[in-house]
């Protein structure tokens, strides 16, 4: 990879929020306790479910790794974002730049497909409960999982690869708080028409494939709903989705916005803030909309609650 003056590239700078200087110690603040928020929640959510019994169940495992994921990609970006905060030099290496990337693709990823994972579960949990011990069975849960792990890999890899085998001579300054494909792309001096088709064809079949899945469970689930002749069925049927279907609304619609919206061209400030939500917000969310809005993991919090005091 060399630029047009020979020189080899060998780091990057992260311009972050440039036209934000005045407020950098707010943005810090918030963004360091969201982070805290971030690692206390989806850590305590991983670990309640593996002592507490009482959630060992398909759901929980899928809900168990989501948690685990999105520490994952979360981290991937936060702490290099906040120490750009603070210091002068806003630069990543070109290694730094692959890796995070990469990280942060695989795992967000995988989020879409357990999300879908999670769907199905509640689509057979409701609508098949007799055979629900039989179709969600701990083969199943495994290699769903598996299957979500290689596709996050696998979109993560390609796309990682496609975009730091170009030639950039542009620019180093990337626009945007962390290493993403699109503004990286953006400094590149080479042809990046597959690189434009890879993303979309990767992000687009992702989204769709996943998207459709949750699309038709959520179809088949409110026709069975609305079979239901009591209220008090109707609506405990509807608690036990409300969680996920909300985590689900939050994370791809901002998925869809921030990739299939505008494409490749320049990152603006509502791209930036899209990314944001997606990638440390919605991480964030996640456990307190699995918390506040779900029994099950009330009712651990409290019987943990009363051994520990």
Not at 149 to 167: A, I, K, P, Q
Not at 188 to 202: G, P, R, V
Not at 247 to 257: D, L, P, Q
Request: one cysteine or more; hydrophobic letters at 50%.
């Amino acid at each position: 990879m060399e630029q047009e003056n020979g020189t080899k590239v060998t780091e990057f700078i992260l311009l972050g929020f440039a036209g934000q200087h005045k407020f950098w110690h707010i943005l810090f603040i918030t963004f360091l306790v969201t982070y805290v928020v971030n690692l206390v929640g989806n850590i305590g959510t991983i670990l309640l479910i593996k002592i507490d019994s009482s959630l060992h169940t398909p759901m929980y495992f899928f809900l168990q790794h989501l948690a685990f994921v999105d520490l994952c990609y979360t981290s991937a970006i936060t702490p290099k974002m906040l120490q750009n905060f603070l210091g002068t030099e806003k630069s990543i290496s070109f290694i730094g730049c692959f890796v995070q990337l990469l990280v942060y693709g695989t795992f967000a990823t995988c989020d879409a497909y357990i999300l879908a994972a999670m769907a199905v579960d509640r689509y057979v949990a409701i609508c098949n409960p007799l055979h629900y011990p039989v179709v969600m069975s701990q083969r199943f849960c495994k290699q769903s999982l598996v299957a979500s792990y290689f596709m996050g890999f696998l979109n993560g890899s390609v796309n990682t690869s496609f975009t730091f085998s170009l030639d950039f001579c542009k620019s180093r300054a990337i626009n945007h708080f962390f290493c993403d494909a699109p503004p990286i792309l953006a400094l590149s001096c080479s042809k990046i028409d597959i690189n434009i088709l890879l993303l979309t064809a990767f992000v687009g079949f992702n989204v769709m494939s996943t998207v459709l899945v949750v699309i038709f469970s959520y179809i088949f689930i409110l026709a069975a709903i609305l079979q239901i002749s009591s209220t008090a069925g109707k609506k405990k049927a509807f608690s036990t989705c409300a969680s996920h279907l909300t985590a689900v609304i939050i994370f791809f619609g901002t998925v869809s916005y921030m990739y299939l919206h505008h494409g490749t061209g320049g990152f603006q400030e509502q791209e930036k803030v899209a990314s944001v939500f997606y990638g440390i917000m919605i991480p964030t969310l996640n456990p307190l909309i699995y918390s506040l809005r779900n029994q099950d993991v009330r009712e651990a919090l409290k019987a943990i609650g009363k051994k520990c005091f």
